[in-house]
């Protein structure tokens, strides 16, 4: 609803809406009506010069941040992995300091926006390495290269975390920040080369990050992030190989006390993904070769 006010401020009968996008039907592919509420986004976004009321200015802002959170964390795969899943990341979803123009910023996001922004570029460079095998240590040491520069903010997020003070308030935010760095981390070390589940040193490495971000959970789904928290979730879950590990993150997301269908439904996709007997179904890359094989389209919300 708040796209059709927005569209009606405007009073432009050239602007058409696709009404399953703002009634909230999902009876299709949740990823055909944000491909169709992205062209709405962008004009509204070009014209938003014409808001000139304070009320108008930070619903558009607010809409804006609720679109581009619905973006980033449905992209839980490499891009472009499944035409049908498939979001374009324009460019302010990898800057969204932006939003603050509109007076409303950080009603989604709750300070942890520069954190999303790394999803679309991880994403990107994932997405040309579906080609590459896991060879263990025969591992071609240039693709290192390839993460560098994430890895060097990856880890500057870490010290951020690290370096919060230990109110309440800031403990849960700094908790949350190392939950989804290790999420990040996750994604960058799984997908570039695709992780193999035979791959036995590149997965004792990542084991310790694992664990810390499993022991971060229980306090993560308790806290005020616990509804922004679905991406990192879903990446850590896709990566376990430790049966006590992967009960504890489908408990956590069949009975979510916000009793949310689509978190148990990730649920569901994640102990499809470690039932395969396939190799490869192991990290984000595997996510996508199972929704593939499956003919899924699971959607965050």
């Given at each position: 609803?708040?796209?059709?006010?927005?569209?009606?401020?405007f009073d432009?009968?050239?602007?058409?809406?696709?009404?399953?996008?703002?009634?909230?039907?999902?009876?299709?592919?949740?990823?055909?009506?944000?491909?169709?509420?992205?062209?709405?986004?962008?004009?509204?976004?070009?014209?938003?010069?014409?808001?000139?009321?304070?009320?108008?200015?930070?619903?558009?802002?607010?809409?804006?941040?609720?679109?581009?959170?619905?973006?980033?964390?449905?992209?839980?795969?490499?891009?472009?992995?499944?035409?049908?899943?498939?979001?374009?990341?324009?460019?302010?979803?990898?800057?969204?300091?932006?939003l603050?123009?509109f007076?409303?910023?950080?009603?989604?996001?709750?300070?942890?926006?520069?954190?999303?922004?790394?999803?679309?570029?991880?994403?990107?460079?994932?997405?040309?390495q579906?080609?590459?095998?896991?060879?263990?240590?025969?591992?071609?040491?240039?693709?290192?290269?390839?993460?560098?520069?994430?890895?060097?903010?990856?880890?500057?997020?870490?010290?951020?975390?690290?370096?919060?003070?230990?109110?309440?308030?800031?403990?849960?935010?700094?908790?949350?920040?190392?939950?989804?760095?290790?999420?990040l981390?996750?994604?960058?070390?799984?997908?570039?080369?695709?992780?193999?589940?035979?791959?036995?040193?590149?997965l004792?490495?990542?084991?310790?990050?694992?664990?810390?971000?499993?022991?971060?959970?229980p306090?993560v789904?308790?806290?005020?992030?616990?509804?922004?928290s679905?991406w990192?979730?879903?990446?850590?879950?896709?990566?376990?190989?430790?049966?006590?590990?992967?009960?504890?993150?489908?408990?956590?997301?069949?009975?979510?006390?916000?009793?949310?269908?689509?978190?148990?439904?990730?649920?569901?996709?994640?102990?499809?993904?470690?039932n395969?007997?396939?190799?490869?179904?192991?990290?984000?890359?595997?996510?996508?070769?199972?929704?593939?094989?499956?003919?899924?389209?699971?959607?965050?919300?």
């Amino acid at each position: 609803m708040s796209l059709l006010t927005l569209n009606r401020a405007f009073d432009d009968p050239n602007i058409l809406l696709e009404p399953l996008v703002i009634s909230g039907n999902l009876g299709g592919s949740p990823f055909s009506h944000l491909r169709a509420g992205r062209h709405l986004i962008l004009h509204l976004r070009r014209n938003s010069n014409r808001f000139t009321l304070t009320g108008e200015r930070k619903l558009l802002g607010f809409v804006s941040e609720v679109y581009s959170y619905i973006v980033l964390s449905n992209s839980i795969t490499p891009s472009d992995m499944d035409c049908n899943r498939t979001v374009v990341h324009d460019p302010f979803l990898r800057s969204l300091d932006d939003l603050r123009e509109f007076g409303a910023f950080g009603v989604m996001f709750n300070g942890v926006h520069k954190l999303f922004e790394l999803i679309p570029h991880l994403s990107r460079l994932a997405r040309n390495q579906g080609s590459q095998l896991s060879m263990g240590d025969n591992l071609d040491q240039n693709i290192y290269g390839t993460y560098h520069q994430p890895m060097i903010r990856i880890d500057y997020l870490g010290t951020l975390a690290r370096e919060q003070p230990e109110t309440k308030m800031l403990s849960a935010h700094s908790t949350f920040l190392d939950f989804f760095r290790i999420a990040l981390l996750a994604f960058l070390e799984t997908t570039i080369p695709p992780i193999s589940r035979n791959d036995s040193m590149r997965l004792h490495h990542l084991q310790p990050y694992l664990d810390l971000a499993l022991s971060h959970l229980p306090r993560v789904v308790l806290s005020t992030y616990s509804c922004i928290s679905m991406w990192p979730i879903m990446v850590i879950g896709s990566c376990l190989v430790k049966d006590e590990q992967r009960e504890l993150i489908t408990n956590i997301l069949s009975n979510n006390h916000y009793l949310m269908r689509n978190t148990a439904q990730g649920s569901d996709l994640l102990r499809l993904l470690w039932n395969d007997p396939d190799e490869y179904f192991i990290g984000p890359h595997g996510l996508g070769l199972l929704m593939q094989k499956r003919g899924l389209n699971y959607g965050v919300i």
